[in-house]
């Protein structure tokens, strides 16, 4: 098994930026897609934005331009820097992990419990 944990959440005001981290309990250097997704109140569970081992990123529509992902195969994280943020997005954010786990090319998908940001007016 696979821990993830997510830091870096807080409280910040509009227009502020924030840098989340995510640490996994396992080289990473095999995992073949890794994620962030945030879930606000009421609503479902969306991407925000993903990183494949290839180093192609998709992000959300309505975050491109404002979010980059990135990781560090060295110390086994993975970053997401939020810029320009408004009060829309304040949500939980998880981090998402799906790691090769064999050579017939088995894949299993983890996630962290969360960390919170919530963006003031």
């Known amino acids: 098994q696979v821990q993830l944990v997510e830091s870096g959440g807080g409280l910040v005001q509009t227009g502020e930026s924030l840098k989340l981290s995510c640490s996994a309990s396992?080289?990473?250097?095999?995992?073949?897609?890794m994620g962030w997704y945030r879930q606000a109140p009421g609503k479902q569970r969306e991407l925000v934005a993903s990183?494949?081992?290839?180093?192609?990123?998709n992000y959300a529509d309505s975050m491109k331009g404002r979010v980059t992902i990135s990781r560090d195969f060295t110390k086994n994280m993975l970053y997401l820097h939020m810029a320009s943020l408004k009060p829309e997005d304040t949500a939980i954010y998880y981090c998402?992990?799906?790691?090769?786990?064999?050579?017939?090319?088995?894949?299993?998908?983890?996630w962290g419990q969360g960390t919170q940001v919530t963006v003031s007016s």
């Open positions: 990183l494949t081992s290839g180093e192609l990123t």
């Open positions: 998402s992990a799906t790691f090769v786990e064999d050579v017939e090319g088995a894949t299993r998908t983890y």
């Open positions: 396992r080289n990473i250097f095999s995992f073949s897609a």
